[in-house]
């Protein structure tokens, strides 16, 4: 039966139960409320008096001290939840956290779920508190509260701070912690290391495992990856005839990791030698093999080469998703065969049954504005607009807007796409935007305009970059705007 929490909430001068389990809230008494409305409520106020208690910059025991000996603290009733928001609030300072953590686990009402311990194992292992998260791991230990989902945080903490041997040591320490050496904690390791490029230790572990523990086709796809991540594709190939060995059949995802690499490395022929390979084999290329193989052929300008790709496929039988006409149309687009790219989108998606997304529109409107034909782009964002599939982002204007800049309607038609942006569609600006705004306004003799957005960004706290600054800086210069220039300078004193 599913476990149920009861807590009495204070509200106002009524006293209410609250009946609260993984999927409801209920209450009795004067004041009924929702599960989301109330407990929404209090927990957000409760979060807030806690921060604001806390402050920055406390130590654990500092923490601990403040929320123990706080009454309005004391009051406060903990659950999951608000120990989980609080390990968000403080997932970069791991004091503070630790230091809530401990005062919600002295709490006589209160016990901490096996969530939460990683969560806190995981905020350790980030900020490479490493003995702290042995002592928290070795308070798990005691309670049975390991799981191999803790000792995937662990491991994977453990190697990212470049410590592997420590890595190891977890996996060689596994029934201690009440867990079994069996293919699924094997696979674990070897795959936290080879995610870390420690490919060749990973190598040696799995030499010496494997005497005890059967290697199964997933432990192969690991080192294919792994050989693969560190551009040493030979050995990944070498890993494909090592699986059959064993008996492992290599599967797709193997095959499509290594051609992405020959894809990377511009080794064409490598690739279509492997797709022979996978044919004759009997394992079909999937429709992400070949959008790899398309995408990396028209990144080449081979377009020639990537246009011949959907036939392939078709011939091959597999059937094309969103993904691969995205990359189809941009292949078109950047092959200059615009008309083409428009009969994919209205004939041969729908023809095939495939829905296009907001990447789609955005490429067609990339297109037409990339070859100056911007009234054609405008017919797209229209179209986009009225669709039931997706509604414009950010992306979808910056062409539109470089092309504001291109033709020089910058006063008419850049106002109006702002305007869609923010008031029509509820976009906020982000640093991408406002970098594009203000480096065009700058070229285009707009400099108060540009300003304006530079202040508006820093009060959103975006950052902006040093160039931006350094070319802003130039322009309010030479219309002795001085103290606009005061302000970008204090800025890049500090950045």
């Known amino acids: 039966m599913r476990s149920i929490i ?30 989301k409305e109330q407990c929404e409520e209090e927990l957000t106020r409760y979060l807030d008096i806690l921060t604001v208690k806390l402050g920055k910059g406390s130590s654990e025991e500092e923490t601990l001290h403040t929320l123990l000996n706080d009454e309005a603290c004391n009051d406060i009733p903990i659950s999951q939840n608000l120990v989980h928001l609080l390990l968000q609030r403080y997932k970069d300072d791991w004091q503070s956290a630790l230091g809530v953590f401990r005062w919600a686990g002295s709490q006589s009402s209160f016990r901490h779920s096996p969530e939460s311990y990683d969560m806190m194992v995981d905020i350790l292992g980030r900020m490479k508190v490493m003995k702290k998260l042995r002592d928290l791991l070795e308070e798990m230990r005691k309670s049975g509260l390991v799981t191999m989902n803790t000792v995937a945080k662990v491991m994977r903490r453990f190697v990212g701070a470049g410590q592997w041997v420590d890595a190891v040591k977890i996996f060689d320490e596994l029934q201690a912690l009440g867990l079994e050496k069996n293919i699924e904690s094997m696979n674990l390791l070897l795959d936290t290391l080879c995610k870390e490029k420690f490919v060749e230790q990973a190598r040696e572990i799995f030499l010496e495992l494997k005497q005890h523990i059967a290697p199964n086709a997933h432990t192969f796809n690991i080192f294919i990856h792994g050989w693969c991540k560190i551009c040493r594709v030979d050995e990944a190939h070498w890993t494909i005839e090592e699986m059959k060995g064993y008996g492992c059949r290599p599967c797709v995802i193997s095959y499509s990791t290594i051609i992405q690499c020959y894809c990377q490395e511009g080794n064409f022929s490598k690739v279509y030698e492997l797709l022979d390979e996978m044919q004759a084999q009997g394992c079909s290329a999937n429709v992400i093999t070949y959008t790899t193989i398309m995408s990396a052929l028209a990144k080449a300008e081979n377009f020639e080469e990537a246009l011949k790709v959907p036939e392939r496929m078709r011939s091959s039988g597999c059937s094309p998703d969103t993904l691969f006409f995205n990359s189809f149309l941009y292949t078109l687009g950047r092959a200059g065969r615009l008309d083409d790219a428009v009969h994919v ?28 034909q911007e009234k054609r782009a405008f017919e797209i964002l229209q179209e986009m607009e009225n669709s039931d599939y997706c509604k414009p982002d950010a992306q979808t204007y910056h062409p539109l807007i470089k092309s504001c800049f291109r033709t020089g309607k910058i006063d008419s038609v850049l106002n109006d796409i702002l305007n869609d942006m923010i008031n029509k569609y509820h976009l906020s600006l982000d640093l991408s935007t406002y970098t594009l705004l203000i480096h065009g306004l700058c070229r285009g003799d707009r400099c108060d305009w540009a300003f304006s957005l530079f202040e508006e960004m820093i009060d959103q706290d975006i950052i902006p970059r040093f160039r931006t600054c350094r070319l802003l800086l130039d322009e309010v210069k030479q219309k002795n705007m001085f103290q606009a220039a005061e302000k970008i300078e204090d800025l890049l004193r500090k950045l």
């Open 6 to 35: 009861y807590r009495a909430i204070i509200v106002g001068d009524s006293r209410c139960i609250c009946y609260t389990s993984r999927n409801s809230c209920y209450s009795l008494g004067i004041r009924h409320f929702s599960h």
């Open 345 to 372: 989108f209205n004939v041969e998606m729908p023809k095939a049954g495939v829905s296009p997304n907001t990447s789609t529109y955005n490429s067609l409107i990339s297109m037409f504005c990339y070859y100056a």
